[in-house]
């Protein structure tokens, strides 16, 4: 049997997302089992974590199984990706060994690694994680690279637990940039569209100008969902037209491709956009919008106080709901059918 992986929700069908949901949601109720006894999970993180680094832990614990947390050039030993490469540099071993290696102790391996910023033709290519998938030998699970799937099905779960309803369709969903003082990912605005899109939602990416338009694959992909679920997708970058009716505004802040590895440059552009911030105003606009980020936020920059600790934001659920999804993820890939 071919070994599944948990990369991108691409890769998995409508249906098959509907029960990982289902799954989830059981897990909420009743969060202890036995799913995981006797397994493992190597954990390997490239950048820092909170959510992730907690809910895995503790999610593979409550279902029986045990995590190792590694630090690739902190406590690991630093990992070579290039295939050819003449290894006289900062990195001590290479992916095909250290996948495999890990293969034979582990029966999972997570992956957290933020791009560069540096060259997004060559980080688009998602080459650490991919490059476990290609050399180890039990499945791998995407933890955050240039899209962030684990938080796609937490966010789902989030929407159909505040509507009442699995079915999303109709619901007026808004993807909006938001300022931020540093370079951050692309990952959660890319797997932003992705979800929403592939739950049939009528969906909007808000943002200032066409530079900040995401990657083709990821509109792609987005057009993709809408023509096989139903649903809508449009660019807008008038802040009130794009508010006004809204059910859900989904806030995050990233980069302008063109710009990307030239922050300076693109640094002056952004702060003209500050005004993009979530606050009372633009949601009063909405039919009762709900409101979540993927968290960590910076608050009266990215979303105001009122907002944040307003009833509408459903970030915290989102954010517990990691826990509930992951655990699975790691469930299913673990015990294949």
Not at 158 to 177: C, I, M, N, P
Request: net charge neutral; charged share 25%; hydrophobic share 40%.
């Amino acid at each position: 049997m071919p070994i599944r992986h948990f990369l991108s929700t691409q890769d998995w069908s409508r249906s098959e997302l509907d029960a990982l949901l289902q799954q989830a949601a059981a897990f909420k109720r009743n969060k202890l089992g036995r799913d995981l006894a006797g397994k493992s999970i190597a954990l390997l993180f490239f950048n820092p974590s909170l959510r992730t680094r907690t809910s895995f832990e503790l999610g593979a614990s409550q279902l029986g199984g045990h995590a190792i947390v590694l630090q690739p050039g902190k406590d690991a030993w630093p990992i070579e990706f290039d295939v050819g490469t003449v290894m006289d540099g900062d990195a001590e071993e290479h992916i095909a060994e250290v996948a495999r290696v890990l293969s034979r102790y582990v029966d999972l391996i997570g992956v957290r690694a933020f791009p560069k910023f540096l060259d997004w033709a060559a980080d688009r290519e998602d080459r650490v994680i991919r490059g476990f998938a290609e050399y180890a030998t039990v499945p791998v699970i995407n933890m955050e690279t240039i899209t962030h799937p684990c938080q796609e099905l937490a966010h789902v779960l989030a929407l159909q637990e505040h509507f009442g309803s699995a079915d999303l369709r109709g619901r007026k969903y808004v993807l909006t940039w938001t300022y931020h003082p540093k370079p951050l990912n692309t990952a959660v605005a890319n797997s932003a569209l992705q979800i929403a899109t592939r739950f049939g939602m009528d969906v909007t990416l808000l943002c200032p100008t066409p530079d900040y338009i995401i990657d083709p694959r990821y509109m792609d992909f987005a057009k993709q969902n809408v023509a096989e679920n139903g649903g809508s997708l449009r660019i807008s970058h008038n802040v009130e037209d794009a508010y006004r009716g809204a059910h859900v505004v989904y806030a995050k802040s990233w980069g302008a491709l063109p710009y990307f590895g030239r922050w300076e440059q693109e640094k002056p552009i952004r702060d003209k956009y500050k005004n993009f911030i979530v606050d009372e105003a633009k949601m009063a606009l909405t039919d009762n919008a709900v409101f979540s980020h993927c968290l960590p936020l910076r608050r009266n920059v990215k979303a105001t106080d009122a907002v944040m600790d307003s009833p509408a934001c459903i970030a915290i659920d989102e954010a517990e709901n990691r826990l509930h999804v992951q655990k699975v993820i790691m469930a299913t890939l673990a015990n294949p059918s």
